[in-house]
């Protein structure tokens, strides 16, 4: 994991306080299990009012993420900059332009994720919303992926799914989620009015819970032998899709 998160990883207690205080993005940090003390009250302290996901860990997880000395704590600092979502739909808005999201959820293969940020920047897309939960960490494979891409598309990491949701049906925005267990085919689906398609992981789908607060959903036809198709070439089906009605 040390090779896979590279120079992200910020180790140890003093240097995790300090990043807290730096305005420096933050992917995850890692704590042990039933720490306490003074330097567990200062970390929740400073952790208050930020959308950093925390896991709780056993001791042998931080001792495979780094053979350093890592005192219970580490922090996976951001290689890219996220944009808020309230910021990214005024942007769209103000701008002109006909709102046009993929929100990620629980999509854990970083390959995949790379992937999906260039088709999505490639084909138009204004910008990918991920969950801070089950879902892959942007690290320097899924940037070398994009093939740079994630350093020109918008990219949203949210806390709550709900908020998020809420957020982008409030702003006029239909949530489309693609799932194989609909009638409804995807050129069905008007993609010419604001959008944004949930999609799921290729283990799992769509969560029960987001097909359920979604607007509509929709099937990309298939005709093989295969069971599904990979996430990534979905994501690429259904922009052109879009692209096509609106173009």
Sequence with gaps: MQKEYNNQLVIGRNP???LLKS???IEKIYIQQGMKG?????LRNLLKGKNIPVS?????????????????VIAVTSLIEYTAL?????????????????????ITDIRNVGSIIRSAEVLGAHGIILGSKNTAIINHIAIKVSAGAAFNLPIVKVHSANNAIETL????ISIYASTLDCRKNLSEINFNNPFCVILGSEDEGITPHMLKISDDE???PQFGKTESLNVAVSAGIILYEAVRQRR
Excluded: M, W
């Design 86 to 106: 309230e910021d990214l739909i005024d942007k769209i808005y103000f701008e002109g332009e006909v709102p046009c999201l993929l929100f990620l959820d629980s």
């Design 23 to 25: 305005e420096r993005q």
């Design 169 to 172: 049906k409030n702003s006029g």
């Design 16 to 18: 995790v306080l300090e």
């Design 38 to 42: 003074d330097f567990e009250i200062e």
């Design 218 to 220: 929709f099937k990309i």
């Design 56 to 72: 709780h860990v056993h001791p042998a997880k931080l001792n495979g993420i780094t053979s350093q000395n890592h005192q219970g």
